[in-house]
């Protein structure tokens, strides 16, 4: 067994060479002079133009949003059950899914709220430094 390397059919992915890749010798530049390009780009295919449009966009996220409501709209029938909500001096009696809906609707409303906090608080510090 030797330690030799042998060569294999395929193209070396470190130098780019390969079975029928042309060799180009390297020659010291004369000073002053640019160098000619180690490798010609290939030439490129006319592009086709993306149809991503912003018209596009708020089509999809309209078709999203009404799914999620279709979804929503069955967890709200599914749970008719009668809940009693009590926050504070207030008490009443609402359907569970709407119950559930209010609970979200409020988390997302503070999250919101503190997050424009920090954006504010961001913006602020932007402009000083």
Do not use: C, H
């Amino acid at each position: 067994m030797t330690s030799e390397a042998t060569p294999t059919s395929g193209s070396d992915p470190y130098t780019g060479t390969g079975p029928g890749t042309p060799v180009t010798p390297a020659t010291p530049a004369a000073p002053g002079a640019e160098s000619p390009p180690a490798t010609q780009a290939p030439p490129t295919t006319p592009r086709k133009r993306s149809l991503r449009t912003r018209t596009g966009y708020t089509w999809v996220a309209l078709v999203a949003a009404a799914v999620l409501g279709i979804i929503l709209l069955v967890f709200i029938l599914q749970n008719l059950d009668k809940a009693e909500v009590t926050l504070f001096f207030w008490s009443f009696s609402l359907p569970l899914g709407i119950t559930i809906l209010l609970s979200v609707i409020a988390g997302a409303l503070v999250m919101a709220l503190v997050g424009g906090g920090r954006i504010l608080q961001l913006r602020r510090a932007a402009k000083r430094g």
